[in-house]
T-cell receptor, first 115, second 113 residues
Framework: DADVTQTPRNRITKTGKRIMLECSQT?????MYWYRQDPGLGLRLIYY???????NKGEISDGYSVSRQAQAKFSLSLESAIPNQTALYFC??????????????FGEGSRLTVL | AQSVTQLGSHVSVSEGALVLLRCNYS??????LFWYVQYPNQGLQLLLK??????LVKGINGFEAEFKKSETSFHLTKPSAHMSDAAEYFC???????????FGTGTLLAVQP
């Protein structure tokens, strides 16, 4: 089983719908992140959380919200999806040892298409 | 502030040829530098990392990278390309109080038979 699990792996939805992407991890890491990948733009940080009570905006947080339900769970929501949110979304984690350098461990991604 | 520039969004090499993927960084603090690889339909996997120890870093699958502070570079190399190396490669910089990674825009490596 993967250490960082994302669900769903693929989702097609319509403009205006609410969407939630979920991430769970078994690595015991305290830090969790949501990135978005677009062709030619690399990975851009949406939100990150250093513990259950700590949520921080990344560089492209507009139109997104997150919830850290537990140390192992971090979900990303699109309250009203729009077509330019079509992208590949990655959840990532880092722990105490890796966190000092910023090293991240990634899930396999959730491909979202908004029609 | 930190940033990463990857020169060349697409690189094509022949099987057996040298692979050179370029990465230049900017950082106001001593950087930690990473190369990640993404195979089709998969997540990102760490290839190697520089964390202020040896400047020549060896990673998985025969890849290595050299940290050159004077050139603010961290280029990725492999002496002989294999077909299985075809993937997208991302350079990233971390370090500093926020402990976030900043990624480059990626380089798609194609390996021709």
């Amino acid at each position: 089983d993967a250490d960082v699990t994302q669900t769903p792996r693929n989702r097609i939805t319509k403009t205006g719908k609410r969407i939630m992407l979920e991430c769970s991890q078994t690595k015991g890491h305290d830090r969790m992140y949501w990135y978005r990948q677009d062709p030619g733009l690399g990975l851009r940080l949406i939100y990150y959380s250093f513990d259950v009570k700590d949520i921080n905006k990344g560089e492209i947080s507009d139109g997104y919200s997150v919830s850290r339900q537990a140390q192992a769970k971090f979900s990303l929501s699109l309250e009203s999806a729009i077509p330019n949110q079509t992208a590949l979304y990655f959840c990532a984690t880092s722990g105490i040892r890796s966190g000092a350098t910023g090293e991240l461990f990634f899930g396999e991604g959730s491909r979202l298409t908004v029609l | 502030a930190q940033s990463v520039t990857q020169l060349g969004s697409h690189v094509s090499v022949s099987e057996g040829a040298l692979v050179l993927l370029r990465c230049n960084y900017s950082s106001s603090v001593p950087p930690y530098l990473f190369w990640y690889v993404q195979y089709p339909n998969q997540g990102l996997q760490l290839l190697l990392k520089y964390t202020s120890a040896a400047t020549l870093v060896k990673g998985i699958n025969g890849f290595e990278a050299e940290f050159k502070k004077s050139e603010t570079s961290f280029h990725l190399t492999k002496p002989s390309a294999h077909m299985s190396d075809a993937a997208e490669y991302f350079c990233a910089v971390g370090g500093g109080a926020t402990n976030k990674l900043i990624f480059g825009t990626g380089t798609l490596l194609a390996v021709q038979p």
